[in-house]
């Protein structure tokens, strides 16, 4: 059984910058996804066990970096100049081994209890 534990959401200023941290159990690949009130659940970022692959939405590339240290058992997600439209809840997500649906919310088999995010204007 996997077990997710995130944290570091909060309320930020538009520009701001925040970094979220999954606390992950087991040899899993991993994605970062969020969920804004009265919308579908998106995919953010996704990275392999290694850390050697990293895949991202279009709507974060060069502004969200995802990244993992095995040695802490824990999955960062680095997000910086963060705009009012990046607010949701984000929740990190697990599966073991590689799938080609790693941006689909049904590629993956567990997932965390999700961390609001908000950013101000």
């Known amino acids: 059984q996997v077990q997710l534990v995130e944290s570091g959401g909060g309320l930020v200023q538009a520009g701001g910058s925040l970094r979220l941290s999954c606390a992950v159990s087991?040899?899993?690949?991993m994605g970062w996804f969020r969920q804004a009130p009265g919308k579908e659940r998106e995919f953010v970022a996704a990275?392999?066990?290694?850390?050697?692959?990293?895949y991202y939405s279009d709507s974060v590339k060069g502004r969200f970096t995802i990244s993992r240290d095995n040695a802490k058992n824990t999955v960062y997600l680095q997000m910086n100049s963060l705009k009012p439209e990046d607010t949701a809840v984000y929740y990190c997500?697990?599966?073991?081994?590689?799938?080609?649906?790693?941006?689909?919310?049904?590629?993956?088999?567990?997932w965390g209890q999700g961390t609001q995010v908000t950013v101000s204007s």
């Open positions: 990275i392999s066990w290694s850390g050697g692959n990293t």
């Open positions: 997500a697990a599966r073991l081994g590689f799938s080609t649906t790693y941006n689909r919310p049904d590629g993956y088999d567990y």
């Open positions: 087991g040899r899993t690949f």
